[in-house]
């Protein structure tokens, strides 16, 4: 293992010291969410106690807190992804949110009938069902980059199934489910040399785990959910490039976002960002995020992602000298943090029942992504996704649990 302060890294999350079914807790459903660290838990009571307040709305110092920490934080996050503009990082609610926004925002506007929008098969619901919405709405073809047997992306059919009339390219940077790392530098190229078309990152499983840079990926749109990168729920990012967003209309409207509204004329907006956030913002969840990416940036997420990588290797290397008749999905591809399988032919749900007695907590089911399920012909899949905190211990714990579970089903 590379030197990495493990120790002092689970120190910092209190809920990795409390019990499940009387087992230590082995929390290994990070891809759905992760745990918070005390700095990101003590900035929520201590923002409530001290400076609570509406965020660019009053002219009193604790509102003008409020508008400070919202205008930093969008600073700090325009740098660890590293936007060339502060402007380009708007809050939404999550990746859900942020999909939902650019498909009514941008797409139903500059997506007509006669042109198409590619996605791949192994995506969650929240990038295929915005794209079947507005496909069915404006008639346009949506076509799904085909899978191989092992769950990665076929990419020798990309270049076939982009055109002229491809709009956008939506894609997931890692899957939710098999952890396999799509080569987005490389589908980035095809899709610019072949075409005008826009493309989307669905950064939810990616962003907590790799190095994000996106003037270097030249992506046009990058999307991802605090909650999985040690936030709180309810905040996210989306990342628009500024000449982009700029064609763009809101697509909420509500207080906070105009210029002039008149009973007889056409509503005039303010300027980017903030033209795009309607509402009273969630002023104490964007301080969390801007703390969790401080946090991850006094660990660094190159160091994160080694460590993690050397976890998820030992982790697989293990689980395939035990005699436990799995199916592992994914495994060899070039992957991060999380572990598809299921044992045997057993149910997910009983598997991750039985795991959960030996304080093992994994996720169980379709992951919202049954056209994946399909193109592995099973109804659903154990999950164990690991996080920069998690040890070997819970992965031994994982292990053990599973071992149990075996004799059971074989008793
Ligand atoms: C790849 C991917 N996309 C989108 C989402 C949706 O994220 P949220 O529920 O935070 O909106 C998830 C959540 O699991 C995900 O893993």
Same mark, same amino acid.
């Given at each position: ?12 999350f209190p809920i990795l010291s409390t019990l499940m079914n009387s ?16 700095i990101v838990i003590d900035s929520q009571s201590y923002y409530y ?8 709305? %009053? ?15 969008r600073t700090y996050i325009a740098k660890f992804i590293n936007t ?28 007509? /009938? ?29 076509? /799904? ?13 990309? %270049? ?42 669905? *950064? ?17 749109? /990058? ?30 409207? *509500? ?61 697989? =290397?293990?689980?395939?000298?035990? =005699? ?24 997910? /749900? ?62």
């Amino acid at each position: 293992m590379i030197l990495y302060p493990i120790k002092k890294i689970r120190l910092d999350f209190p809920i990795l010291s409390t019990l499940m079914n009387s087992y230590p807790l082995a929390y290994l459903d990070n891809a759905a969410t992760t745990q918070k660290p005390n700095i990101v838990i003590d900035s929520q009571s201590y923002y409530y106690k001290n400076e609570c307040s509406a965020a660019h709305r %009053s002219v009193h110092s604790l509102s003008s807190i409020s508008t400070n920490h919202i205008e930093t934080v969008r600073t700090y996050i325009a740098k660890f992804i590293n936007t060339s503009i502060p402007e380009e990082i708007i809050f939404v609610k999550g990746v859900t949110d942020a999909i939902n926004f650019i498909a009514n925002s941008w797409g139903r506007n500059f997506i007509n /009938y006669g042109d198409n929008i590619l996605i791949s098969a192994m995506e969650h619901h929240a990038n295929i069902l915005p794209w079947q919405n507005l496909a069915k709405e404006k008639k346009i073809e949506l076509n /799904y980059i085909p899978l191989l047997p092992d769950g990665s992306l076929n990419l020798s059919k990309l %270049s076939e199934l982009i055109n002229r009339r491809t709009k956008l390219l939506s894609i997931s940077h890692i899957s939710n489910v098999l952890g396999i790392i799509n080569p987005l530098t490389e589908i980035i190229d095809i899709v610019r040399t072949k075409s005008n078309a826009r493309i989307l990152i669905d *950064g939810a499983q990616g962003i907590a785990h790799q190095k994000v840079d996106v003037q270097k990926l030249d992506c046009d749109f /990058y999307v991802f959910s605090g909650h999985k990168i040690y936030a709180t729920y309810g905040v996210g990012i989306m990342y628009g490039k500024y000449e982009l967003l700029n064609t763009m209309d809101p697509w909420v409207v *509500g207080g906070g976002i105009v210029k002039n509204v008149s009973l007889t004329q056409e509503p005039t907006f303010v300027d980017i960002p903030w033209k795009f956030e309607p509402g009273s913002p969630d002023v104490s969840g964007i301080v969390a995020l801007g703390n969790a990416v401080k946090y991850i940036n006094t660990i660094g997420i190159k160091n994160i992602y080694n460590y993690e990588n050397q976890l998820i290797s030992y982790a697989i =290397n293990t689980l395939k000298q035990q =005699n436990l008749h799995l199916t592992l999905y994914g495994s060899d591809c070039n992957k991060s943090s999380i572990i598809a399988f299921n044992l045997k032919s057993y149910d997910s /749900y009983d598997v991750g029942m039985l795991l959960n007695q030996y304080g093992v907590a994994i996720r169980t089911g379709h992951h919202c992504a049954i056209p994946l399920m399909n193109h592995f012909q099973v109804p659903g899949m154990c999950r164990a996704s690991i996080a920069m905190y998690t040890n070997k211990d819970d992965i031994d714990q994982f292990i053990h649990g599973l071992n149990q579970i075996k004799h059971l089903f074989h008793a």
